[in-house]
Every structure is written in structure tokens, then in C-alpha cells.
């Protein structure tokens, strides 16, 4: 066939008209072929673009999780290692806690003396009170009494409080991975001071959607929950389920660090582009890892 067709390229319209009414079927057939191969491909070419709109201006996004210390020690132990795979709960980072078991049970400690010295207080205020209604001791002597007790109990909750910070501050030193994710952008080593708010790594979660800015002019026909096909670049031969999760209230310009002032200067009007938020339908495949920020190519059924 595929020589026949280079043959009826070859030919002009005269000899195409003589082959065409000649007696031959084998040559009718492939005309017959490719004509209706070509009727197939424009039939095609209209519905994908009656049905579908695309846009290859679009990317894989996710959680990331910032990774961070609360207290300021030295790193003793760094248990995982970059692109590691990790379940919530997993030990991250370890920092020096000596210092902070020691404020623990000395803090500890006072709470310990303060309830003694309120348990105490208390006692004497019922004792002052029997002798009071014997008259044996004045008004203003039980009052000091009672006086004494509420300091005593502002001291037992004030000694309460600083034992929960310094607990806190105890269980900071063990820094634990708070979702299921990946480790990424690793930068504490061990021996390493860090001091509070310094990002030490981030957690890239296992979740991963996909942003589509498409034109103004597409989004006539459509809305959450229409059917999506996606590509990703990196797995051209794959075809991912998915659906249309939300549409961005404002298009990317408008939320930009300059957003443009159309009131000032000549005005020139530039189709603008909306973010849309596209939802995988399928769970993740291990043998299709999306990265954060890999190109996509989404197609969405809105007819």
C-alpha cells in the first residue's frame, strides 16, 4: 500500500483519473484507504478540539513541608538522607537534650517545693480559722493567712507551667517527620549548632495535583469534576486519569508580585491565564514517580 501511495503522489491529474477508472481494484482499494483514513483523521482532529481543551503551560505541585528547630542545640543524630522515603513519625533530627533534661528536673524540683509550701499555707489558714472563731487570733492575722495561701498556689502554677515548657522543650529536641513524604533540600549535619526557625530539610508529601494555566478563553465549558487525561513529559507513553478539582478565583497576573495597572499608560488588552487545579483519580505509582515541577499536558473533556 505504502508504495501504491507514493505512486498516486507522483501522478498528476490526468494519470490519476486513468488508474482511478482503469481496471484496477487493488489501486481502487488504497485510494478508498486513504481517503478514508483522512476522513478519520479530520473526523478526529474536530472532536478532539470540539471536545477537549489543552494547554501545555502547566506543571506537578505538591506539600512541601518545612523542617525546623524550636530549640537551639547541637545536631547528634541525622538519621535519614536526601530523596529518603519516610512514614509520619520517623525520627528526622536529633539534637544534644542534656541541657534540657536538666532544666526539666530542676524545674521539676521547684514544682515539688512550691506544692510543700502551698500544702503548708493551707494548713495554717485552717488553723487560723478555728482560733479565729475562738477569738484567739485577730481578723487581720487569718486574712494574712488566707492571703499567703493564694500566693502559694500562684507559685504551684506558675512551677506547673515552667515544668510543661521545659517537658516541650525536651521533646523538641527529637524532630520527627509530621507527614508521609519524601526528604528533600537536606542541609543539618551532625555537630552542626542550629539556632531556632533555620530550615534544616523539607518533606515533599506523597500527594501530588497538577496546575493548569489555561486561557481566559477556555474556561467557558468548564468546571469541577470534568474528566482529564494527562501527560507528563517524562512519561510520554503513559496516560494518567483525572479530574477537575477547582478553579483559581483570579488569574495568575492578578496574584503576581507586580500586578499590572490596566488605569495607568496605553492599554493593551493580553488574554490573561486562570490556575486550575487538576486532582490525580489514580494512587501513586511507584513506577511513575512525579517530581514537583515536571511538565504536563492536560486535556479536559468539557463536552
Given at each position: ?161 515552667h515544668v510543661e515548657q521545659t517537658r516541650l522543650d525536651l ?133
Amino acid at each position: 500500500m505504502l508504495n501504491l501511495l507514493r505512486k498516486i503522489k507522483g501522478m498528476n491529474r490526468t494519470e490519476f483519473k486513468k488508474q482511478l477508472y482503469a481496471e484496477d481494484p487493488k489501486f481502487r482499494v488504497t485510494v478508498a484507504c486513504a481517503g478514508g483514513c483522512l476522513l478519520i483523521l479530520v473526523l478526529g482532529f474536530i472532536h478532539q478540539s470540539l471536545c477537549y481543551v489543552s494547554t501545555d503551560d502547566a506543571f506537578i505541585e505538591g506539600h512541601v513541608v518545612p523542617i525546623s528547630a524550636k530549640v537551639s542545640a547541637h545536631v547528634t543524630k541525622v538519621p535519614v538522607e536526601d530523596n529518603q522515603e519516610v512514614k509520619a513519625g520517623d525520627l528526622l533530627i536529633e539534637l544534644d537534650s542534656n541541657d534540657f533534661r536538666v532544666k526539666d528536673q530542676m524545674a521539676k524540683a521547684e514544682l515539688q517545693a512550691a506544692e510543700a509550701e502551698a500544702e503548708k499555707a493551707h494548713t495554717d489558714a485552717e488553723r487560723y480559722k478555728k482560733l479565729n472563731s475562738q477569738d484567739e487570733v485577730s481578723k487581720q492575722q487569718l486574712d494574712m493567712a488566707v492571703l499567703r495561701t493564694q500566693i502559694a498556689d500562684a507559685k504551684v502554677a506558675s512551677a506547673k507551667a515552667h515544668v510543661e515548657q521545659t517537658r516541650l522543650d525536651l521533646s523538641y529536641t527529637r524532630i520527627a517527620a509530621p507527614i508521609d513524604g519524601h526528604v528533600t533540600k537536606k542541609s543539618v549535619e551532625i555537630g552542626q549548632l542550629v539556632p531556632v526557625g533555620q530550615p534544616l530539610l523539607a518533606i515533599v508529601s506523597k500527594e501530588k495535583w497538577v496546575i493548569a494555566n489555561f486561557k481566559e478563553t477556555q474556561l467557558t465549558l468548564m468546571h469541577p469534576g470534568q474528566k482529564v487525561r494527562i501527560k507528563v513529559d517524562t512519561y510520554s507513553h503513559k496516560t494518567f486519569k483525572g479530574h477537575v478539582d477547582s478553579l483559581q478565583r483570579g488569574t495568575g497576573a492578578r496574584f503576581s508580585l507586580f500586578p499590572p495597572e490596566n488605569a495607568t499608560g496605553n492599554y493593551v488588552k493580553v488574554v490573561q491565564r486562570v490556575p486550575v487545579k487538576i486532582v490525580f483519580e489514580e494512587a501513586p505509582d511507584k513506577k511513575y514517580p512525579l517530581a514537583l515541577g515536571m511538565s504536563a499536558v492536560p486535556e479536559v473533556k468539557v463536552r
